[in-house]
């Protein structure tokens, strides 16, 4: 293919990100033809290897994470003669001296300036250093030939968000800059700005007239692993509804772009946020819950506790389980409310859409037909099943006139043999080809975190907590229930 020269450096690279998730996504690129003719990756770390053991270590890693293993040792040898590894400290110059060497021998032996995309696979306090460091880096093809990755967590509230991304911004235009969000880049995810705008049908109901209420449901039936340390601090608010929920709510109620042009797309997200309600005191208390789980049985194994958990403080408050009921004050969405919740420990691993019409004006049906009645439902499951479903009222087959809820499915795997890419595989392609549609853009990070600061505030404002609340292997608090009851819904789970 057409594609420039590209030189891949991985800070992390012996980290479990760059084992589980990037490496693959590049073998898989490469097996499908999308890595450019000519490509190097660098990997660094602390870890003492030669390229060979390093290579090594990556095989492991791909036989265990990747969609296809390495089913032909001929491929592998061929992609992995592109990776060297280059022990190596984030935090000292002669990384960066090394790196510019390794970079010029490139563009002198390919006789072209290659593209340079700086992975920032470590833990946050490093962005500033290695971004310091990297905008120094001579670059023989100019700004637009380096490009930056930044990996979540941007920030930890609104005030480091903006710290980062002020340093950023005076080291790099922000056309250099990519801050991962990897939902973006899945399938599904994708697949809800051609359903909502590439189809006459949706687009007109898609609005306070037609929908009732929208749910956005990310559950884990996973506890925190060994991520305790982290997550202590972090929380489910910080870790999954920050970032990945409300941008997938960003897609699910944004206008229509004028174009697919990556500012015009994110110009429309930002505006979602932007336009969400804010939380006031009172709404914090009626409108947002938390929730932390306590030990239990997991299909026939004793689980911990969150505050049993390696590296968290047994009186720790951090939530593992939050649901927010937002409203959208535009025109589109007046009065619908979008319910959003996450957690941890749960019944079920699932990510799920669900989008509820507003009943039928008036029902002719006897009561004894309309027994299994069911308003129309949009239900677009991201994962583990990737599916949308249009779930309709049809009448059961038999002499009687009995009404019965039944889906029209579109499943990915029935109708694509071939298995869908990763998210990091579209994603880093998409760094590749420097096309930031599926990126966040400076001020979309912001306007998140801003909409959030009331309720981060307010609750680590108070401490004394209840909590453990939810047992393990549920589907959370009886308070996220009764947020949502109140109103007279129930959330939605995937049969
Ligand atoms: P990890 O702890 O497994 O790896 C950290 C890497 O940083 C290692 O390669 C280590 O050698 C390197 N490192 C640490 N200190 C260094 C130093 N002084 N100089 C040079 N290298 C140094 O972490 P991870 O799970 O791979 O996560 C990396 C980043 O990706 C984090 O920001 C994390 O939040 C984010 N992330 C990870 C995942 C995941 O699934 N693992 C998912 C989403 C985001």
Known sequence: ????????????????????????????????GYMPKEFTIVGLGRTEYNDESYKEVLLDGLNKYSRSGVADPAKWGEFSSNIIYLQSD??????????????????????????????????????????EYISKIKMA???????????????????????????????FDESQIYRIDHYLGKETVQNM??????????????????????QISVTEDIGIEDRGG??????????????????????????????????????????????IRRFGPEEVKHNAVRGQYAGGWVGGKEVNGYREEKGVDPNSNTETFCAFKFFIDNWRWQNVPFYVRTGKRMHQKSSVIS?????????????????????????????????????????????????????MVFD??????????????????????????????????????????????????????????YPADSWGPEIAEALIAKDGFHWFTMP
């Not at 941007?154 to 480091?160: A, I, K, Q, V, Y």
Request: hydrophobic letters at 40%; proline letters at 6%; a negative charge.
């Open 90 to 131: 984030a935090s000292k110059e002669k990384t960066y001296k090394d790196l510019e060497q390794i970079i010029a021998d490139r563009d002198e032996q390919w006789a072209e300036a290659a593209t340079v995309i700086h992975y920032l696979s470590v833990a946050p306090q490093f962005f500033p250093v290695i971004s």
């Open 193 to 214: 700005m051609a359903f909502r705008f590439a189809n006459a049908l949706f687009e007109p109901i898609w609005n306070r007239n037609f929908i009732e209420h929208v």
């Open 1 to 32: 293919n057409e594609q420039k020269p590209t030189i891949f450096t991985i800070f992390g690279g012996t980290g479990d990100l760059a084992a589980r998730k990037l490496i693959p996504a590049l073998y898989n690129l490469f097996l499908d």
């Open 355 to 407: 989008i509820q019409f507003k009943d039928v004006p008036h029902p002719i049906f006897p009561s004894h037909a309309s027994e299994n009645w069911q308003q129309n439902r949009l239900i677009i499951s991201i994962q583990p099943e990737m599916s949308i479903r249009l779930q309709v009222q049809a009448k059961r087959p038999g002499l009687d006139m009995i009404l019965n809820p039944v889906d």
């Open 230 to 275: 982290y997550y202590d601090g972090s929380g489910a608010l910080r870790d999954m509804l920050q970032n990945h929920i409300l941008q997938v709510l960003c897609l699910v109620a944004m206008e229509p772009p004028v174009s697919f042009n990556a500012d015009e797309v994110r110009n429309r997200r930002v505006d979602v946020l932007k336009a």
């Open 412 to 469: 990915y795997d029935g109708t694509y043999p071939k298995e869908s890419p990763e998210a990091y595989e579209t994603l880093l392609l998409d760094a590749m080809e420097g096309d930031q549609t599926l990126f966040m853009r400076g001020d979309q990070v912001e306007a998140a975190w801003e909409l959030l600061m009331p309720v981060i505030d307010n609750w680590e404002g108070r401490k004394s907590l209840n909590f453990p609340n």
């Open 141 to 171: 093809g100019g700004k637009e030939k380096c490009r930056i990755v930044i990996e979540k967590p941007f920030g930890r509230d609104l005030e480091t968000a903006k710290e980062l991304n002020e340093l950023l911004q005076s080291l």
